[in-house]
């Protein structure tokens, strides 16, 4: 049996640690992005701003952690002596070395929140403009029918 929260948990965990999630999450946000960006994606007003909360919060929980990421990813006091020296590197390099460290998983999430929340943006503003067009090309059919 597991925690009510352990299935969120776990997936964000795989989505930030596993490289092939890493990827394809960040995938998915460009293709939203760019399905938005042509105008064949759309969502209402009200939805949009729903998720585009969510987002805010997201982003605004992952800004007070990149303040503990940032004091992470100094290598560590722990001596003089080469031994120490190595295991400071040591820890630095796990945190911040390539694509799949922390720093750059941390980073590359923010990156795919905000490619979402820009994608919802202007999927609103396309539900909007297809919502005015849709008005504007019945309006004659209306008025014909009230009369």
């Not at 070395?97 to 590359?108: G, W």
């Amino acid at each position: 049996m597991t925690a009510a929260g352990d299935a969120g948990n776990n997936f964000l965990m795989s989505v930030f640690t596993e490289e092939e999630k890493v990827e394809e999450f960040a995938g998915g946000a460009q293709k939203l992005l760019a399905d938005a960006k042509n105008g064949s994606w759309a969502i209402s007003e009200e939805g949009g701003k729903q998720f585009i909360s969510a987002l805010d919060e997201a982003l605004s929980q992952l800004a007070e952690v990149n303040r503990d990421i940032r004091f992470l990813c100094r290598a560590p006091t722990l001596g003089n002596d080469k031994y120490a020296q190595q295991v400071a590197q040591h820890v630095l390099t796990a945190l911040d070395s390539d694509d799949t460290s922390m720093a750059k998983s941390y980073e590359e999430f923010r990156r795919v929140l905000e490619n979402t929340r820009e994608a919802l943006i202007i999927a609103t503003q396309n539900f909007k403009k297809t919502d005015e067009e849709a008005t504007q090309k019945l309006d004659p059919f209306l008025k014909d029918l009230e009369s």
